[in-house]
């Protein structure tokens, strides 16, 4: 395995238009992906291209980026630029991986990378409404242009039910059923419109005060999966991706929540009882001590490793 040298905070800590952006495990998961003599990689999850950028920088690979925010596809062609040529752009959902092959004439694919949820910089783009610590329409749509429904819709359309299941189910929270009634009472008044009052009627609905993270982390992560359905995506999009390897090149997958990980782990355990895939990390590996200091939200990433047999 070629090592690649470790990245410096000052290139891991990009700012465009005043967001800030940093990738996570850039290093582990380029290494892991084992390029040498590799021809195509799909980039499942292109973001700001940051994975992509080293790994082209490294390899002399092509590579198939996939967001399905085109606000993001159109950063990560700047900021890919000096590669034309090599980098083929898809503003799709990673789950239609079958479809991009496709158009491109490939049956196979020499690597692919997830690393999923929302960017550091989406996430800043306040007015995306995926953070609850600014203010901010409630929005939480990944791609805006296809995407029926918002986080809007949800919290004021929603049963008390509905909710309650949500919040339990997609936010593993505590306090899910008194969140979903004080939704449903104080949207009687006018709508819940904004990320800061939605955050603060969960944080009244919680009443305790010992919270290791902020008490609407989970209302918003529940939100935020159901409104881009983020768990079929990454199931269908997973096993496709996993079809298409050629035999000897691997997927990584980095998670950030436990229901992510879940599916990562049952699918490449399946996968592996059938000896199509072979398990590289039997355990997940964490960002290191270094990376957590530089980048605190990358602290509950878990990168899993398979290669197709
Ligand atoms: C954590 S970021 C990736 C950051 C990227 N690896 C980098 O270093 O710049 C995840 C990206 O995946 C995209 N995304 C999330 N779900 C997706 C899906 N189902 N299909 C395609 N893109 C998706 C998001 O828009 C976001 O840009």
């Known amino acids: 395995m070629k090592r690649i040298e470790r990245i410096s905070k000052r ?14 495990m850039c290093k582990e998961i380029v290494e892991y992906l084992d390029l040498e003599k590799k021809d195509w990689i799909a980039d499942c999850t292109l973001g700001l291209g940051s994975h992509s950028y080293v790994i082209l920088k490294n390899y002399q690979v092509k590579v198939i980026g996939i967001d399905k925010d085109s606000e993001t596809l159109a950063l990560a062609k700047e900021r890919l630029s000096e590669f034309e040529g090599r980098v083929h752009y898809f503003s799709e959902d990673f789950k239609n991986i079958d479809k991009i092959l496709e158009k491109l004439g490939l049956e196979k694919i020499d690597g692919a990378v997830f690393d999923l949820g929302a ?31 918002s986080a809007y ?11 309650d299941y949500i919040f339990k189910e997609y936010g593993q929270e505590k306090f ?44 918003f992560q529940a939100l ?41 782990k049952d699918t490449f355990k399946t996968f592996q009882a059938k000896r199509v895939l072979k398990l590289i990390t039997t355990r997940p590996l964490r960002p290191s ?21």
């Open 224 to 264: 935020r999966i159901v409104v881009n359905q983020e768990l079929d995506s990454l199931k269908l999009g997973l096993n496709k991706a996993i079809s298409y390897l050629s035999k000897g090149s691997r997927i990584c997958v980095i998670t950030f929540h436990s229901l992510e990980d879940r599916i990562v």
């Open 153 to 163: 819709d949800l919290v004021n359309n929603l049963s008390e039910k509905e909710l």
């Open 176 to 219: 899910h059923r008194k969140i979903a009634h004080s939704i449903v009472e104080e949207r009687k008044d006018y709508p819940i419109a904004t990320t800061l009052r939605l955050a603060e009627i969960v944080v009244r609905a919680c009443k305790s005060k010992n919270f290791r993270i902020h008490p609407a982390t989970r209302v």
């Open 119 to 149: 960017s550091l910089y989406q996430f800043s783009s306040f007015e995306r409404g995926f953070s609850f610590l600014r203010e901010g329409p409630l929005d939480m749509r990944i791609d805006r242009e296809t995407t029926l429904l």
């Open 11 to 24: 290139w891991l800590r990009i700012f465009l238009k005043g967001k800030e952006h940093l990738p996570v």
């Open 289 to 309: 001590s270094w990376e957590r200091e530089v980048n605190p939200s990358c602290r509950s990433a878990k990168l899993r490793v398979a290669e197709r047999l």
